[in-house]
């Protein structure tokens, strides 16, 4: 019995396959031809194999789905016509691994991923070690089971990616101008493991693996995910132990990676963006107004950079308007305050109410219209930023860490419209505020001092208004 696959003569892209790009290969219809006259068995195997080849360029190439189907499908059958102990069956696995992987890039299948990891598993145990097939099977499992832990969250898949990817390297020859590539995959699932754990010795290992990684990369050929990769690492190990001489690699590092991406790469924003950050954290550090313009010119040039609907626009768009505040701040300039409303309205445009970071532009674009307020005294804009701190409010989840810090700014701004107006409403409703910003923050946290004083502040100015000495007494209760 016949295992070659169906495949439709009516499909577009086997009718251009028989005018083969390369005249020294066989034609569709000659592939055909030798699987037919092909006995069962390894001989057909064979076949079948030329033909997942075959299928599996003309895919990449034109990006054909059915071409892709036919691979998988002429892969299956490889499989099933190979013996067990067939010195070739290792190569139909990881083939066959290969075609899955690649439709669950297209597909999200979870499935076809399940299916690549079994074929490569399989794979694996068919070879033994220093067989040179064994990379490729390594390579496919570790990607794998990194994509897993991606799209499930379990971490047992991670652990899998960073063993396999550690096995890959240790038997990659020096030499090879795939070891900095599978390096940096290496140190990429360490970062990962840094982000889930929190481990600082996984950060290390990342920090050494990428660099290993960069120093085996040639001059004329450094790859910019490569300096990417140890900016971020040496960023997470600022953030983690404040070390100035990490913002500095970091920084360093973004520096040569943004200096390698050529013009229309569509990363390109991602990282002129993160070199702002970069420069942004050594001006609050240092205090250096060179570094606020360099991030100024970073976040500017990213945004320029980036298309209409690209789905991190309304991050990069709120970072340029803190950017202006943070200039506002140091400067005194109003022209940034206005800038940076600008940027705040663009970026809550960008995102529709449910959104996880709505609440947070809503909540900088109402701090902007205070910083006018309180420069100008126009109650309107007042007003306007507690229509938008509110809406911050309504829209943070219970239980979200920044939750507090929010109802204290509306606190804070409910007690400026008390001073300018006197209408006792407001001072309750932003004691009201300030109590819950208070109950909300646990025991030990480095704001709960300042939300306490600010609650105190406003039983003070109740006794004042009120003459009784209740309120006073509730100050002395915040104490």
Not at 334 to 349: G, H, I, S
Request: charged share 20%; glycine share 6%.
């Amino acid at each position: 019995m016949s295992l070659q696959p169906e495949i439709s003569d009516s499909d577009p892209a086997i009718a251009m396959s028989n005018l083969t790009l390369d005249p020294g290969l066989p034609t569709l219809d000659e592939m055909r031809t030798a699987l037919t006259e092909a006995p069962e068995g390894p001989a057909r195997a064979k076949q079948f194999h030329a033909l997942v080849i075959f299928h599996r360029g003309q895919y990449m190439r034109s990006g054909n789905q059915r071409d892709l189907e036919a691979a998988l499908q002429n892969s299956q059958a490889a499989v099933i016509q190979t013996p067990d102990g067939n010195p070739e069956l290792p190569v139909y696995l990881q083939m066959l691994g290969d075609c899955f992987t690649i439709r669950f890039q297209m597909t999200g299948n979870i499935a076809d991923l399940e299916a690549a990891l079994e074929n490569f598993r399989d794979a694996i145990a068919k070879l033994s070690g220093g067989d040179f097939r064994l990379l490729a099977c390594l390579k496919g499992l570790a990607a794998c089971s990194m994509s897993k832990y991606l799209f499930l969250g379990d971490l047992q898949d991670l652990e899998t990616a960073i063993q396999n990817y550690q096995a890959l390297v240790a038997q990659i020859p020096e030499g090879d101008p795939d070891l900095p590539v599978q390096l940096q995959n290496l140190a990429g699932s360490f970062i990962a493991q840094y982000q889930r754990l929190g481990e600082l010795k996984s950060l290390d290992s990342a920090l050494e693996t990428q660099q290993k990684a960069i120093s085996l990369m040639p001059e004329d050929n450094q790859d910019y995910l490569g300096y990417l990769s140890l900016a971020s690492a040496f960023t997470y190990r600022y953030r983690r132990l404040g070390d100035l001489a990490d913002l500095e690699a970091s920084l360093q590092s973004y520096q040569k990676g943004v200096a390698l991406i050529p013009e229309g790469d569509p990363y390109l924003p991602v990282c002129l963006h993160n070199l702002a950050l970069a420069f942004r954290s050594r001006y609050l550090q240092l205090g250096q107004l060179e570094n606020l313009e360099s991030a100024l010119q970073n976040d500017r040039e990213a945004v320029a950079q980036t298309p209409d609907g690209h789905p991190d626009l309304h991050i990069w768009l709120q970072d340029l308007g803190m950017t202006y505040q943070d200039r506002y701040q140091r400067m005194g300039d109003l022209q940034d305050v206005e800038v940076a409303l600008e940027y705040f309205e663009k970026a809550v445009l960008l995102t529709l109410p449910g959104h996880p970071d709505r609440p947070e532009h809503l909540q900088h674009w109402g701090i902007a219209f205070a910083d006018r307020y309180e420069r100008l005294g126009n109650l309107e804009d007042l007003e306007v930023s507690l229509e938008k701190k509110q809406s911050a409010v309504a829209e943070t989840p219970q239980g979200h860490p920044q939750l507090p810090s929010r109802l204290q700014s509306v606190g804070v701004s409910y007690r400026y419209k008390y001073m300018m107006l006197g209408d006792l409403k407001d001072l309750e409703t932003a004691m009201q505020n300030f109590q819950a910003a208070v109950d909300q923050t646990p025991a030990g946290h480095p704001h709960l001092p300042g939300r306490l004083e600010s609650l105190g502040v406003s039983w003070r100015d109740m006794y004042e208004r009120s003459g009784t000495s209740r309120p006073l007494q509730r100050v002395f209760e915040q104490l």
